[in-house]
């Protein structure tokens, strides 16, 4: 019988993970202008995610534009925070979503604005994408979102 090893991956759903996230999907290619839009700051969870990112950014000398933006775990929600932020922050070149509802909002709006996923703007989500796979395809464990 062959013992099967564990395959070492990126699970964002813990800390470590949501550190190697920020490493390797927004600071590997050279991301500095970085924003955070997450779900309801009332799950530990939100609050976690927002706190283990904003660590792997202040280790990497790299600021959170504009602070955390806390809202519903929604595919609403994402346009919505995504509406503002091209706005405020013009240069923006990548967006680390608290979930994959959360993302696809994002990149709905993104790509409304004639933004190129992932060229102009990197999309990370913290866990896969719900909703129209064919639109939005997650690459690997780190969820970067490749618009289709």
Not at 15 to 26: I, N, Y
Not at 40 to 54: E, I, K, M, V
Request: with cysteine.
């Amino acid at each position: 019988m062959r013992v099967r090893q564990p395959r070492r991956r990126v699970d964002p759903g813990r800390r470590p993970g949501r550190r190697a996230v920020g490493r390797r999907a927004l600071l590997s290619p050279g991301r500095r202008r970085i924003a955070h839009i997450s779900g309801d700051p009332g799950y530990r969870t939100a609050r976690d995610r927002a706190a283990a990112f904003r660590q792997a950014l202040d280790e990497a000398g790299v600021p959170l534009v504009g602070g955390p933006r806390f809202g519903q775990w929604s595919q609403r929600w994402g346009r919505q925070a995504a509406a503002g932020l091209p706005a405020a922050h013009p240069d923006v070149d990548a967006i680390f979503c608290g979930s994959g509802q959360v993302a696809y909002g994002v990149t709905e709006v993104l790509r409304e604005l004639g933004r190129d996923i992932p060229d102009d703007v990197t999309v990370v989500a913290s866990h896969g994408a719900i909703g129209r796979p064919r639109r939005l395809v997650l690459r690997g464990s780190t969820g970067v979102a490749r618009s289709r």
